[in-house]
């Protein structure tokens, strides 16, 4: 896993580039842009986009959200909604994936998480999406795609075990719980969409954003191993190196936010940085995690 969770704009402009009668290597591009202030991020997948790629929707595809608010924003969708989901997308088993947004991956992520989770691996996320690829001079395409038939099918067990929000209180006092959010929300400060103020007793902070650069890129293996060492094992050293045995002190990691949007891409970037996590089934993000705002204890701080 680690740094190839991720792919950079010339890597995957190289394997599109290749030859379209050998499809096995060329990747299924889903584009995850979402907006909070709007219902969809479908207007500017629609404007421009990475050649042939599908558009994913967070709030229909990668969730299935109630009307009453139960399960949170952002609830974990059934198997079968992400099994439609993705075949509609054009997802093909035998074809690698690469998902991508334009805010600091915090969408593709969750869709990196999501096919791990139901069993596919060979998916990457595009380094700072489709900003740097545009960037970067890369052809762009316009109005809506017309993926062909995926077939998508759930396995498990998966990659990365979902923590449910009852069960997260006491996985933290027992483990290690990173709350993704940003600090000012993990104190209990400037809430605005949080049902309740504050975080998971025994929660250690540990804000997704702080993983990536202005350009919305993340930092560099080394620099996340060095950013994130700390917060896993309790040690200020940093880790050891490439082929060495991990530390003893460090401990299994689970990840939360609020809905499961920055939970996630700390997930990721625990992967990238090469973060020894000691049990196979984490990081797990808590993509149910609209549950825990309301059995949160409030931790109200400062």
Wanted: glycine content about 12%; overall charge neutral; charged content about 20%.
């Amino acid at each position: 896993m680690g740094a190839s969770s991720l792919i950079q704009v010339d890597e995957l402009a190289g394997l599109l580039a290749g030859p379209r009668g050998v499809p096995a290597g060329r990747p299924v591009l889903l584009d995850v842009r979402y907006r909070m202030s709007g219902p969809t991020g479908r207007p500017e997948f629609e404007r421009a986009h990475i050649p042939a790629s599908s558009y994913v929707d967070l709030n229909t595809d990668l969730a299935t959200i109630r009307p009453d608010g139960v399960g949170g924003r952002h609830p974990m969708p059934t198997a079968r909604t992400f099994t439609a989901a993705m075949r509609s997308a054009g997802v093909i088993m035998s074809r690698p994936v690469v998902a991508y947004d334009d805010w600091a991956s915090l969408p593709a992520s969750r869709l990196w998480w999501m096919l791990r989770h139901f069993g596919f691996a060979d998916v990457r996320v595009l380094d700072g999406g489709i900003t740097a690829w545009i960037a970067a001079d890369q052809p762009t395409a316009s109005g809506r795609s017309m993926p062909g038939a995926g077939d998508f099918s759930p396995t498990r067990p998966g990659i990365g075990r979902l923590l449910h929000a009852t069960d997260a209180k006491a996985y933290a006092g027992r483990r290690l719980l990173l709350d993704a959010r940003p600090a000012d929300r993990f104190r209990g400060e400037n809430v605005t969409i949080d049902a309740v103020a504050g975080h998971i007793p025994g929660a250690v902070g540990a804000p997704a954003l702080a993983t990536v650069d202005s350009r919305g890129r993340f930092l560099r293996a080394e620099e996340l191993a060095v950013h994130l060492w700390p917060l896993t094992t309790g040690e200020a050293a940093g880790p050891p190196g490439p082929g060495a045995e991990p530390s003893d002190e460090a401990r299994p990691v689970g990840t939360d936010c609020g809905s499961g949007g920055q939970a996630t891409p700390l997930a990721l970037a625990l992967a990238v940085g090469g973060i020894w996590i000691g049990d196979p089934v984490a990081p797990g993000a808590d993509v149910d995690v609209g549950v825990i705002a309301d059995s949160r204890d409030s931790q109200r701080q400062g």
